[in-house]
């Protein structure tokens, strides 16, 4: 017997739910695992899976869909036992992504873990299009409690990612899922379902912890530092953006100073180790003795700054960390100290579990502490500063060329974020930023580039290069660009600081090529050489290999160094040390694309053919064939597309990544929901039923209304932004929740509509097309980071509103003159 609509759209949800739970819970489980930008990698594999779904479903629909109810109830069966089998596998496959650029194997696991994958993702997908077949006159409810049913899963992730690793939310989602074929079935439960339930429920609740537990890359910190005996963990905290871990150890203590002085007559006070997902982040220095410990940081190229400023300086410190450079700014006798961290666990960890050790560094009198984005934090914040510091012992500093962060959007380090960075600064003001030293120095010489540009904007007047200073250590570069041109004097403090300390000087206004290249010798001055290119607006060989020209805002991927021009010499020397060169994780986003390409396309292609040969004998042109196909496929790129390019900006004005996360997704889901349920409504309107024209166009008023909205929000959302920077957290984050929905409603309603129509003239269709979007929002994801990595996000947008265009031209040709 055929369930109720209520039951069904509740079995609908609930499944939708778990599933995209399950998403969240592997983005952390790749971030763990991985590294962090493999969001793209799991949204299309969650898509591929339902696009196969589709297209199996396409195939044999005329045997499920008689019997809906049992087939619902195997695939959300099916779907359950697959989660918590990929769940236990992925992590034990062997795959080890840097080494992909070397080793052919690697590209196998790839696929094992691709597949592994997108199992669970695809008896979800047959769940959702089996309902939206079977109930092929309601499928704008049924898509409604899908979107909302994801909303309502992410929602719950979120919050249980606070209170436990991801391992544990597995468990909790496999139950969720469990809960739909107990709703569609109900009483109507025979013994043997009966039993076949009881027996999923202690499976999800016997099954194993450890065996869920994500296995940690050999190559991430974290693992290699647990390698060494006498280290162990001595806290951890658990948040839905990051797992932060504390490391002490027993025999040898932490000594990490990027920088110091091999001169130094003083070491690091003992420290204790911070991680953020096996990443490292800084340390926590012993405070307990106050400032006397600290004295060592004199003698980092940081210390220039204090040397050059003559007096008692307003610091901002951007990504304090464990709190190094806010000792530092104590040290100095700073008036002020405004300490930024945007990971609220690690500031947590910090505060809670270390007070004593830390010398309860955050509470010290001069220090405010500001737990956001920096670069929200300079929109809103209306203080000059004597020093901008950025360093290696905190957050804020883009980690070094190689290390499988190329994919990582950095907002401030754009010309618009350094720009507004710079505009802060006292007229005498100085900004400092230390990285790590790459050999060629690409990450330092792009900092260069960028900034340059961002001081041309500011003062297009003045000689960028006469307020630049760039100083090397044997495993650092340190860039300073003062707000005002550099006096003599300064240029005098400079020489006596590096040669006390014993520290190259590779850009300073009127340096000779006699002085550069003394002491840490590379095989070339290479900053020297390319900084003076850049003066003189020539080339420079490491521009032809590298991509250091400045990130921008449109595309804010500040360690994205690939040129595809490298690639033949690069890849020749790849097992001869190069590797790092390559950008790994670049190329396993094209290589991804291939994998998706290579299963969509024939899954597209090859249940057609049956319904071409039907469709023939009732008058189905191929005119109106490709017309329906290019819709769904065109609905499915232009969806995520919008969303991609907009989440970008909400996360700035959001400037906390957490309430980012909480509001932007749950967001979109929930008003396209709401969307997708207007449907009827809108067709019933009397306005549009009297409107002949409009009446057999609803997609082209629809789509009109995303293009218009859409070029509103472009235009105008800098300003409501750049209005709203001051505005309390709960008010941001309100406004946000309006302005997405003002969107995301009217997107919810052009795949129920098409739907509607598929109904009423080929229900059989329905698979297909859901297996169609399903595909083509797979290649949507990364097609998207592709197009803004080489043109820019509005590149990206400007595609998305010309899809909606070409979606509305197809119903006004192709189906405006059929009855509704």
Request: proline share 5%; with cysteine.
């Amino acid at each position: 017997m055929k369930p109720t609509t209520g039951k069904a759209a509740l079995a609908v949800a609930l499944v939708s739910s778990a599933a995209l739970g399950y998403e969240l819970v592997l983005l952390r489980f790749f971030s763990l695992m991985y590294w962090d930008h493999f969001a793209h990698l799991i949204i299309s594999m969650a898509l591929l899976g339902f696009g196969l779904s589709g297209s199996v479903l396409s195939r044999l629909q005329h045997r499920l869909v008689p019997v809906f109810s049992r087939s619902f109830a195997v695939s959300s069966l099916l779907f359950v036992v697959t989660l918590l089998l990929a769940a236990s596998l992925i992590g034990r496959l062997g795959f080890n992504p840097p080494e992909i650029i070397w080793q052919g194997r690697q590209m196998i696991r790839f696929a094992a873990v691709f597949t592994v994958t997108t199992v669970p993702f695809f008896f979800a997908g047959l769940c959702i299009g089996l309902t939206l077949r079977s109930f092929q006159d309601e499928v704008a409810r049924m898509y409604r409690a899908d979107l909302c049913g994801a909303a309502g899963g992410t929602l719950l992730v979120f919050f249980l990612l606070f209170l436990w690793p991801p391992q544990y939310c597995i468990k909790l989602l496999a139950l969720v899922g469990l809960l739909a074929p107990m709703v569609l079935v109900g009483r109507n439960n025979t013994g043997l379902w009966r039993l076949v339930l009881a027996v999923c429920a202690v499976v999800c609740l016997v099954w194993p912890n450890h065996i869920l537990v994500p296995v940690m890359s050999e190559y991430k910190g974290l693992k290699q530092a647990l390698l060494v005996p006498g280290v162990r963990v001595a806290a951890e905290k658990h948040t839905p953006v990051g797992e932060y871990t504390a490391l002490v150890s027993n025999n040898i203590p932490f000594r990490y100073a990027p920088g110091l002085s091999l001169l130094a007559p003083v070491l690091p006070p003992e420290q204790i180790a911070l991680f953020h997902d096996g990443h490292p982040v800084g340390v926590i220095q012993r405070g307990s003795e106050g400032g006397q410990a600290m004295e060592f940081l004199r003698w980092t190229p940081q210390a220039l700054a204090y040397a050059l400023i003559d007096k008692q300086p307003d610091v901002l410190v951007a990504g304090a960390g464990g709190g190094t450079d806010i000792w530092h700014a104590l040290l100095e006798q700073a008036v002020r100290i405004d300490a930024v961290e945007q990971n609220r666990g690690l500031v947590d960890l910090i505060t809670t579990d270390f007070t004593t050790f830390s010398g309860d560094i955050y509470q010290q009198k001069q220090v405010h502490l500001e737990r956001g984005d920096i670069r929200g934090f300079l929109v809103a914040s209306q203080q000059q500063y004597d020093l901008i510091q950025l360093s290696l012992f905190g957050t804020a500093v883009p980690a070094g060329a190689g290390s499988g962060h190329a994919l990582r959007a950095q907002p401030l380090f754009t010309v618009e974020g350094l720009q507004l960075a710079l505009s802060h600064l006292t007229n005498n003001g100085m900004l400092s930023l230390t990285l790590p030293l790459e050999l060629p120095p690409r990450s330092a010489l792009k900092t260069v580039t960028t900034l340059m540009a961002a001081m041309q904007r500011l003062d297009a007047n003045s000689d960028p290069f006469a307020h630049l200073i760039v100083i090397r250590t044997w495993n650092t570069a340190t860039i300073m660009v003062s707000r005002a041109p550099l006096s003599h004097y300064q240029q005098d403090t400079v020489r006596v600081f590096c040669k006390e300390r014993a520290f190259d000087i590779d850009w300073l206004p009127g340096l000779k090529s006699s002085e550069v290249n003394q002491i840490s010798v590379l095989d070339q001055p290479y900053l020297y050489e390319a900084i003076s290119a850049l003066r003189q607006g020539v080339a420079h060989p490491l521009s032809a290999t590298f991509h250091v020209t400045p990130a921008v805002d449109d595309r804010p991927w500040f360690s994205h160094f690939f040129r595809w021009s490298s690639l033949p010499s690069l890849w020749t020397q790849r097992t001869s040390g190069s590797a790092a060169l390559l950008e790994w994780e670049y190329l396993l986003l094209w290589m991804s694309f291939a994998v998706a390409l290579v299963i969509s396309v024939p899954a597209i292609f090859l249940p057609l053919r049956p319904f071409m040969r039907k469709h023939r004998q009732i008058s189905l042109g191929r005119k109106e064939r490709a017309a329906w196909i290019v819709y769904f496929a065109a609905l499915g790129l232009a969806f995520f597309f919008v969303e991609i390019t907009f989440m970008q900006q909400w996360i700035v004005f959001l400037r906390d990544p957490i309430l980012a996360m909480a509001v932007i997704v749950p967001s979109f889901l929930f008003f396209a929901g709401l969307g997708s349920g207007a449907v009827k409504r809108l067709q019933q309107m009397t306005w549009l039923r009297e409107w002949s024209w409009g009446s057999r166009r609803p997609v082209m008023l629809v789509c009109t209304v995303i293009v218009v909205v859409a070029c509103l929000y472009l235009w105008l959302l800098s300003y409501i932004f750049q209005l709203g920077a001051a505005w309390p957290l709960t008010v941001r984050a309100v406004v946000s929740i309006g302005l997405i929905g003002g969107l995301a409603f009217w997107m919810g309603m052009p795949f129920p509509l098409g739907l509607l129509r598929l109904g009423k003239w080929y229900p059989e269709w329905i698979p297909l097309a859901w297996g169609v979007n399903g595909f083509f929002s797979v290649i949507s994801t990364m097609v998207a980071i592709l197009v803004a990595l080489h043109g820019g996000f509005s590149t990206v947008i400007g595609c998305a509103l010309f899809l909606y265009i070409l979606i509305a031209f197809f119903e006004h040709r192709v189906w405006a003159n059929r009855a509704v």
